[in-house]
């Protein structure tokens, strides 16, 4: 005999269509127009970073940059519903979200120019830094619940991971422990649709990525990622519930990634002109700044002033961080322990010392 | 006084680091109410609960990375890998993240964690289980390795472990888990980490050491002092940083040095020990710089494992050969 | 090259203020990507990339006014710079990874064992130049012919028991290092004869005999009065002859030279010779009457000895030995017959001297020698 013991359902939820106009009518608790604004103000902001960044890249003076471009909504939706207790595990590409925590746009700079002072935020003192090997952070998450709950603290944990990482071990380790731990955790799991050159079909035949949730027990929704007001409303939902002790959540989002991996990529080697034209269609801002024309009565003269304001606050970023004194020599010792083992004092002395030949050089 | 077992010495350290610090927590696989399989957490989750004594799911990767998210928090995780032949899963999350999270946040967040591990070959377990690579972490800035060769320093370096403000990977060697029971003073002081312990004095020979190879390398010195030759025994118990102050001393007085370790021969410390002493203390040695070391192999099972182990026989001879050196 | 103009943003408006920049030189954009946002009197507007392309040029700093129609963004051309597969793959997805444009061969070398050497530890050897022992003096007692610190204590004792070493300065260390040159150099060889001296007067001097002798022999064989270059493998034929004569002084061995010994006649060697030791062996000899000989005379018969290997000291190729004359029962038609004889030892230099110029250069030696006068 065969019965049936479990079966599945994932939902798909958006608010706005590709033009920003309401799908139907909202929930009661949809975010007010305040709030969108920041966050508007804030997608505005980061993807005009994003392009100085690139630029910055371009002519020598940052390293290596992954764009954001496209995926604003995403990042700015999960932070709008996140408090300043609640921790973020992010991965590499949430430069939006950092910038909503509280991060400075110098101290991004300083991270991607090759600056390790970058990542000793003078806010959001205990968020994780970037992360860069695929889906580590999801553990790290994991473990930064577990405390938040051995403590019973009302707080929860976002960490923000991509469609590639959905395939590796440390995201189904986390999600395994989140939920038969219950941990306060919300998995946001940015599916931009590209693992590099990877497109999503080649990366899982799961029909959706946030139903790997329900191999781990734990609930989820997929998102219309380039819909701020869905990312927001369901990001504060899943935030809510965690932080009552209600368990982790997962939030497929769907995006487009519009730029290259990172500035040391090109993406037309593995996929179409044509296909990336067709996205911007439902380019995320301009989807949320007509939401905001029409319901919230947003002004030519406040997107003037908002992209006046993001140009100057970009330029003295780039300024201070241009500025910025390069670090000593020892730096590359004087945080390896809370105290420099003996056996290494010799080598920190080398180190110095070279350091200050070159000088003597110039 | 307590008498314990090398693997009871360790129960005790974490039994005494939990009793005087609310922050520190223990996880693995089988550790709470199991006890550990072999018995190294027995009688933590009685005392403290599942909330401190936490059975995880299997996965080691996930043991490591979950360490590290509540250390960067401020607990003080000691997380169990049950055996060290299945902590390779957990490289990453050691290398890239535990290692350098101090300082490549620049010291905004750290990773105060305890990875335990039972080591090393000898009791004719099943294939992955008599693994000895300590050196693979010896090469990587940021963590510490410490191996025990004693009930009485397996529980003061486990309690200096747990109480170090930066990630430790704990290798005990399991081939010595209940050989001995020792009789110590359990103080709740931690032992130094960092430093070698001089277990025998002697002229003629310096005779470096850890983990259950110290056992040989003891014996080896009582039928040295048969021959005459008076040997010198040191347990470096931390293996990265090496203290070679105290390695460099003793060399400089005997002029002769054998490091013994079980770990295979290429690119273990042995090799690390003996660079530094050709590059500081090079005209004060009469005899080369000598290795007794497991070999080049993958250990064997049981039924050729007594044919792997640096024994007792090995190191006399090896020492022989440097006194008689000329 | 394309280049997009602003186009007319609504209504007939004839320009607007760039607010924004979303996109820099150098990027690849696609269609309807928004390139800039433009503020006109009634709204801010994102105005999307006509094309696919990349970038070249943007016309404009945020804050400048644009005119409907003016040229607002630069394209890339169809060129071949424009395509994924050309020189603008960066190859990596971090970093830089620098290109360089040499190509290079190689060859793998086998690398040889060397010979064996003095085996010693660092140890033992830090130990010998602490006693100041060369180890090439010490004769190895280690086994594989290792020399042991025993090996450098005893020698140490042995040295201190013989008493301080004493350091050669001056004319002693200069023969020293000069002879030990030599001996590296030259490839001697000897030819051994006797002068009949019967027919000379009573107290017949043999010094300027013996250097007319030579003058006759090198104009006879002038390959004995050269220089040999050793690196250059070749010779040059001296047609001056400079002879260096060696003088025995209680500070040593000196050797002043005689200048053109082919003009001069024999009293005026005789006086030159005499001058030239005086001054020898009262030290007021210049230097450079030490330098630059062309054939050497070692008169040590006049202290004793008959027959000597001397030394070629180079760059000459020949040194002129004469030992002590003496009475001598020899054979002539038959019958012993007491003779004067001066014994003569040539030693030359076979890199550069053949044994029958030799031979030759000593006959004539001989038979100049066997005149009365």
């Known amino acids: ?362 | 006084m307590s008498e314990r077992t090398l693997v009871e010495a360790v129960a005790l350290a974490l039994q005494h680091a939990m009793e005087d610090n609310p922050d520190v927590v223990v996880l693995g696989e089988d550790v709470a109410v199991n006890g550990g399989v072999f018995r190294a957490t027995n009688g933590l989750h009685e005392q403290f609960g599942g909330e401190r004594v936490m059975d995880t799911p299997l996965a080691e990767n996930m043991i490591a990375g979950l360490a590290i998210g509540m250390a960067a928090e401020g607990l003080r995780p000691v997380a169990e890998f049950q055996f060290m032949g299945f902590i390779y899963p957990a490289m990453e999350q050691i290398v890239g993240h535990a290692a350098r999270l101090r300082n490549r946040t620049r010291g905004r967040l750290a990773c105060p964690l305890v990875l335990r591990a039972p080591f090393g070959a000898g009791i004719h377990a099943p294939e992955h289980h008599s693994e000895s690579t300590e050196a693979l972490f010896a090469h990587i800035p940021g963590v510490r390795v410490v191996i025990p060769s004693s009930p009485a320093r397996a529980y003061g370096l486990l309690l200096a472990a747990i109480a170090d403000p930066d990630p430790v990977l704990f290798l005990e060697p399991k081939r010595i888990y209940r050989l001995v029971k020792e009789t110590f003073t359990p103080n709740r002081e931690p032992l130094p980490l960092d430093v070698c312990f001089t277990l025998r004095e002697g002229s003629d020979i310096t005779l470096v050491s850890w983990g259950a190879s110290v056992v040989e390398t003891l014996q080896a010195a009582e039928q040295l002092a048969t021959l005459n030759v008076s040997a010198e025994v040191i347990d470096m118990a931390t293996v990265s940083p090496l203290d070679m102050t105290s390695v460099l001393d003793s060399v400089v007085k005997t002029g002769r040095c054998v490091i013994v370790h079980e770990a295979a021969r290429s690119g273990g410390i042995g090799g690390e020990i003996a660079a530094q002493i050709g590059e500081f203390c090079l005209l004060d040695l009469l005899a080369p710089v000598q290795r007794v070391t497991g070999y080049d192999t993958v250990v064997p099972l049981a039924k050729m494992e007594h044919l792997y182990l640096p024994g007792v026989e090995q190191i006399v001879a090896a020492a022989i050969s440097a006194v008689e050196f000329e | 090259m394309s280049k997009f103009k602003l186009p007319d943003l609504g209504e007939g408006l004839t320009e607007a203020e760039i607010s924004a920049w979303f996109v820099n030189v150098g990027d690849h954009v696609v269609v309807d990507q928004p390139l800039v946002a433009m503020e006109t009197d009634k709204a801010v507007v994102d105005v999307p990339s006509p094309q696919a392309g990349q970038i070249t040029g943007l016309f404009g700093e945020v804050g400048d006014i644009v005119a409907t129609g003016a040229v607002l963004v630069e394209f890339a051309g169809d060129e071949a710079a424009d395509r994924p597969d050309s020189g603008s793959d960066s190859g990596t997805v971090v970093g830089d990874i620098e290109v360089g444009d040499k190509t290079v061969t190689e060859e793998a070398i086998q690398v040889k064992a060397g010979g064996a050497r003095l085996k010693a530890t660092p140890a033992v050897r830090a130990l010998a130049r602490k006693h100041d022992i060369d180890l090439s003096v010490v004769t190895p007692s280690g086994s594989n012919g290792t020399i042991t610190k025993a090996d450098i204590e005893r020698v140490a004792a042995l040295l201190e028991q013989v008493g301080a070493l004493e350091k050669l300065t001056g004319a002693r260390r200069s023969m020293a290092l000069n002879m030990a040159q030599a001996g590296e150099e030259v490839v001697p060889a000897t030819v051994f004869d006797d002068a009949d001296i019967s027919d000379w007067s009573a107290g017949t001097e043999p010094m300027p005999r013996l250097l007319r002798a030579m003058v006759v022999a090198c104009q006879g064989e002038p390959a004995l009065n050269a220089w040999y270059d050793s690196h250059a493998v070749g010779r040059r034929l001296l047609s001056q002859i400079d002879i260096g004569i060696a003088v025995d002084s209680e500070h040593g061995l000196f050797v002043p030279v005689l200048r053109d010994a082919q003009t001069l006649d024999a009293s005026q060697l005789k006086n030159r010779l005499a001058e030239l030791i005086e001054q020898t062996r009262d030290r007021t000899i210049p230097a450079a009457e030490l330098r630059g000989s062309t054939i050497t005379l070692s008169n040590f018969g006049s202290i004793g000895g008959r027959y000597a290997n001397p030394v070629v000291l180079p760059p000459t190729v020949a040194i002129v030995g004469a030992g002590r004359s003496r009475d001598e029962v020899v054979a002539r038609q038959g019958q012993p017959t007491v003779r004067r004889i001066l014994p003569l030892s040539l030693c030359f230099d076979h890199r550069a001297v053949t044994g029958g110029e030799a031979t030759r250069f000593i006959q004539l030696m001989m038979a100049d020698l066997s005149l009365a006068d």
């Open chain 1, 1 to 362: 005999m065969q019965e049936r013991v479990a079966q599945f359902e994932v939902d798909h939820v958006g608010f706005l269509d590709a033009s920003g106009q309401v799908l139907e009518d909202l929930p009661e608790d949809i975010a007010d127009l305040e709030v969108i604004k920041q966050g508007y103000r804030s997608m505005v902001l980061t993807r005009l970073f994003d392009a100085r960044a690139i630029n910055l890249q371009r002519t020598g003076q940052l390293g290596t940059f992954p764009s954001s471009l496209g995926q604003e909504a995403v990042t700015i939706g999960f932070s709008l519903a996140m408090q300043p207790n609640d921790r973020l595990v992010p991965s590499y590409r949430e430069h939006g979200a950092l910038l909503c925590r509280g991060v400075t746009l110098c101290e991004l700079l300083l991270y991607w120019g090759g600056d390790e002072r970058g990542s000793d935020y003078q806010q959001a003192r205990k968020d994780f830094p970037l992360a860069v090997p695929i889906a580590t952070q999801c553990l790290h998450a994991a473990g930064v619940a577990t405390a938040i709950k051995l403590r019973s603290e009302p707080q929860a944990v976002v960490t923000v991971c991509g469609d590639g990482a959905t395939s590796k071990g440390d995201f189904a380790e986390a999600l395994n422990v989140a939920g038969v731990w219950q941990l306060p955790i919300l998995f946001v799991v940015t599916n931009n649709q590209w693992a590099i050159s990877v497109p999503r079909e080649s990366q899982s035949h799961a029909q959706t990525l946030a139903q790997k949730a329900i191999a781990a027990g734990i609930d989820c929704l997929q998102v219309d990622g380039n819909d701020l007001l869905a990312v927001e409303y369901a990001s504060r939902k899943a935030l809510e519930r965690a932080r009552a002790g209600g368990g982790p959540f997962l939030i497929e989002a769907i995006t487009y990634r519009m730029g290259d991996h990172t500035t040391a990529d090109d993406a037309r080697r593995y996929r179409d002109d044509d296909e990336v034209s067709s996205h911007w269609q439902g380019d995320p801002v301009a989807r949320i700044r007509s939401y905001l024309v029409e319901q919230g009565g947003w002004t030519k003269d406040q997107e003037e002033a908002l992209q006046a304001d993001c140009q100057v606050e970009l330029e003295r970023a780039v300024a201070d961080y241009l500025a910025v004194a390069p670090q000593p020599a020892s730096a590359m010792f004087d945080y390896l322990y809370a105290e420099l083992p003996e056996a290494y004092e010799g080598q920190r002395q080398q180190v110095i010392d070279r350091a200050a030949e070159g000088k003597t050089d110039e």
